[in-house]
């Protein structure tokens, strides 16, 4: 079975992004996706600024050695 998660590019979009992390968690829950890998493939189709933001957060949570989870 494929499944083909949408992109998200960011900006002020609320209802955008909670429709999109409704289309990744399902289909999270349809390949019985683990939490650790959960955070790599959410963060595989963003995309424009989204992309730019997720890595600039991994940047500033990394160097103070938090975890990130999906939740």
Request: glycine share 12%; with cysteine.
């Amino acid at each position: 079975m494929k499944h083909k998660p949408p992109t998200f590019t960011g900006g002020y979009n609320p209802e955008g992004a909670m429709n999109w992390l409704e289309e990744v968690e399902i289909i999270f829950e349809a390949m019985g996706c683990s939490e650790e890998n959960k955070v790599t493939l959410g963060a595989y189709v963003l995309r424009e600024e989204a992309n730019h933001w997720w890595k600039n957060a991994r940047q500033r949570l990394g160097a103070g050695g938090a975890v990130i989870t999906w939740e």
